[in-house]
């Protein structure tokens, strides 16, 4: 998140270690924790996307992250963000992890495939932690939203949405490919042992 980098630095806690292998690989290890303990939360809010995780520290009973999702959130608002945390109106988070949904150019209304009373649609999350160390990650969701048929849940409208998350490989490589190959490369992966 570029504006990140713009909050003076005595105003954040922590600081650059360095940019050793160790110190990079530690902090992409990081990101990756905080994408797998905020995806579930991501998924239940995406109706209101776009999205902004802030992320903070560890929480005292199950070593988590403590998580706090700004719903709505355009990037015109950014910068009213960066000032609540500038003027300590609201705590300057660790780490940031924004999510849109990825728009298909050929076709206009999105990666979205429609099947029956399911959906499926991806999106892009950026997730960027405080530090020098901890540059920015991209991520792909893709969500399937299926309801229940009439015959089942007696109309209460009732369904599910099943998720699939993976790090970027390629900017050069579509999204849904990426998507399609990493469910490729784990069967291949999973036939191989």
Known sequence: WASLEAVPRQRRRGGGQGNSAETAAAAYEKLDAWMRDSVVEIVKNLREAPLLVNVY?????????????????????????????????????DGVIFVEELMD????????????????????????GKGEECGPACY????????????????????CTHFCLVRVNSFRETAQSQLKNCWLLQALQAQAQ
Request: glycine share 20%.
């Open 57 to 93: 520290g560890k929480g005292s009973r199950d070593e988590k992250p403590w998580i706090e999702t700004e719903k709505g959130v355009e990037e015109e608002n950014w910068e009213v963000l960066r000032r609540k945390w500038e003027g300590g109106v609201a705590p300057f988070p």
């Open 105 to 128: 150019d050929d076709e206009g209304e999105g990666d979205r495939n429609r099947d029956g009373d399911g959906i499926t649609r991806a999106w892009g999350l950026v997730v960027q």
């Open 140 to 159: 792909l969701l893709k969500t399937s939203k299926v309801k229940a048929g009439s015959g089942c849940g007696l109309g209460m409208g009732l369904g």
